[in-house]
């Protein structure tokens, strides 16, 4: 048997451990993984000279943005920009113009991806105004519903607790999971219009403006709306002491309860927002390095089942507004992403297995994408080379994103995505784009 692409002479991530072997890719799926002397013939063969193959990375929290804000970010730039940054599978976040949260809407993001990308790219929604809807998008393949509850987006009052509890017996039943944004929208409003009303406008107010009491409060309201119900809740982008202990306990008292962090929340804090300026400023804002010091000792602790990019692009007129109060909240971060993690592999405070784990089997498993998260026979041949030695800075100017900043433009990192193949083909090598925009899959749930 002559299969499509062999690589070998590699160590392979199989099974939390490296392997010194090589990946037999046929017909977009892992064939085989073998000794290099046991890999079967094949029509184009690369040496990877010993460098490290982990699993493609799953980024559960992006935002593709396209149509009304294509300005921002489109499909064709949010996929460049997540295979060049090692990620091969995103998945998308519904608050677009217009929200994906019915299924005209879901069915409209699904054909505009059509020729346009680079990775593998699955959709949440908002809640539709009609609940009659949800069993329509769940057929239709959403990988989750997603709900703000520090804004009013979807169909739904995000206010009423009744209305929640009914929309989390649905997702139960439908068999869903529920990703949430938990910061509680009163709290900052009343805060905002209090220091709007001093005259405040400097990077503390707008601290301020977000504290933590905010995320904790809306986590323990989402905790209790769920103990009602066997719903699977997934907190997004957790950021606080507070916060994530109510998870722990939800954990702990056996709900269906899972939670990510953002590398930014991890390696940025409040303290520091002044020297980062503007391209820093984002929701749940940054915290103090207690806090940031909690989030580690989650992760470390396997409290956290997730880390995701949060990948929040703007332009950059949006970006550089002259008031606190006026910059679009959101980074650009799907390319420093595996860049910064690596990073901290190399300087020891992760390891690659916690990495791995983190970035593609625990997101694969949380919102069941079928065959893939993992490097085995079988599955979808989704993976990221690394150099694990390469130094380099930080260029954002280089980004393929549109959004061309970051807060961690111009650090020193160790550790770097040299190749990235999305079922079974090469889309990108030593950060240049190889492959055409059609390499990238719908990912829908429930199907393979
Ligand atoms: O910083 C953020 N940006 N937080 C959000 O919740 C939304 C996001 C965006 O869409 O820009
Ligand atoms: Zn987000």
């Given at each position: 048997m002559t299969v499509d692409t062999v690589l070998y002479n590699g160590k392979i991530f199989v099974n939390g451990k490296l392997l010194e072997a090589g990946i037999a890719i046929n017909e977009e799926k892992i064939y085989r993984i073998a000794k290099t002397p046991n890999l079967p013939q094949a029509s184009r063969k690369m040496n990877l000279d010993g460098k490290i193959v982990i699993p493609g990375l799953i980024d559960v929290h992006v935002h593709l943005r396209d149509e009304g804000k294509a300005y921002k970010e489109d499909f064709h730039t949010g996929t460049l920009a997540a295979a060049a940054g090692g990620v091969t599978t995103v998945l998308d976040m519904p608050n677009n113009r217009p929200i994906t949260m019915d299924i005209y809407t879901l069915k409209e993001r699904m054909r505009l991806t059509r020729g346009r990308i680079f990775v593998n790219v699955g959709f949440y929604s908002a809640f539709p105004e009609n609940s009659m809807e949800i069993p329509l998008l769940v057929k239709e393949g959403v990988i989750g519903?997603?709900?703000?509850?520090?804004?009013?987006?979807?169909?739904?009052?995000?206010?009423?607790?009744?209305?929640?509890?009914?929309?989390?017996?649905?997702?139960?039943?439908?068999?869903?999971?529920?990703?949430?944004?938990?910061?509680?929208?009163?709290?900052?409003?009343?805060?905002?219009?209090?220091?709007?009303?001093?005259?405040?406008?400097?990077?503390?107010?707008?601290?301020?403006?977000?504290?933590?009491?905010?995320?904790?409060?809306?986590?323990?309201?989402?905790?209790?709306?769920?103990?009602?119900?066997?719903?699977?809740?997934?907190?997004?982008?957790?950021?606080?002491?507070?916060?994530?202990?109510?998870?722990?306990?939800?954990?702990?008292?056996?709900?269906?309860?899972?939670?990510?962090?953002?590398?930014?929340?991890?390696?940025?804090?409040?303290?520091?927002?002044?020297?980062?300026?503007?391209?820093?400023?984002?929701?749940?804002?940054?915290?103090?390095?207690?806090?940031?010091?909690?989030?580690?000792?989650?992760?470390?602790?396997?409290?956290?089942?997730?880390?995701?990019?949060?990948?929040?692009?703007?332009?950059?007129?949006?970006?550089?507004?002259?008031?606190?109060?006026?910059?679009?909240?959101?980074?650009?971060?799907?390319?420093?992403?595996?860049?910064?993690?690596?990073?901290?592999?190399?300087?020891?405070?992760?390891?690659?297995?916690?990495?791995?784990?983190?970035?593609?089997?625990?997101?694969?498993?949380?919102?069941?994408?079928?065959?893939?998260?993992?490097?085995?026979?079988?599955?979808?041949?989704?993976?990221?080379?690394?150099?694990?030695?390469?130094?380099?800075?930080?260029?954002?100017?280089k980004f393929y994103s549109k959004a061309k900043y970051s807060p961690f433009n111009g650090w020193r990192i160790k550790g770097k995505p040299i190749k990235t193949f999305v079922n079974g083909e090469l889309v990108m090598e030593d950060g240049e784009i190889t492959a055409k925009p059609h390499t990238g899959k719908l990912v829908r749930r429930g199907y393979p």
């Open positions: 519903f997603k709900l703000f509850l520090n804004a009013q987006i979807g169909g739904i009052n995000v206010e009423n607790d009744e209305t929640l509890l009914e929309m989390l017996q649905t997702l139960s039943r439908a068999g869903v999971p529920l990703a949430v944004h938990a910061e509680d929208k009163r709290l900052i409003e009343k805060k905002k219009e209090e220091l709007q009303k001093m005259g405040r406008h400097d990077f503390q107010a707008y601290i301020e403006a977000h504290p933590p009491k905010a995320e904790e409060k809306a986590v323990k309201r989402m905790v209790e709306l769920t103990k009602k119900t066997d719903a699977q809740v997934h907190f997004c982008h957790v950021s606080s002491e507070k916060g994530l202990e109510v998870v722990r306990k939800a954990k702990n008292d056996g709900l269906l309860v899972t939670c990510e962090v953002t590398p930014h929340h991890l390696l940025l804090s409040a303290e520091d927002l002044e020297e980062y300026g503007a391209f820093a400023v984002t929701t749940p804002s940054l915290r103090t390095k207690q806090n940031v010091e909690a989030l580690w000792k989650g992760l470390k602790n396997g409290w956290v089942d997730i880390l995701a990019s949060d990948h929040a692009p703007h332009s950059i007129k949006e970006k550089t507004a002259n008031s606190i109060w006026k910059i679009k909240p959101g980074i650009s971060g799907i390319e420093t992403f595996l860049p910064l993690m690596l990073n901290e592999v190399n300087s020891g405070r992760l390891t690659l297995e916690e990495l791995v784990k983190l970035t593609s089997e625990n997101p694969a498993k949380v919102f069941q994408l079928k065959f893939r998260g993992l490097l085995k026979e079988g599955f979808y041949a989704d993976l990221t080379i690394i150099d694990i030695h390469a130094e380099y800075r930080i260029d954002a100017s």
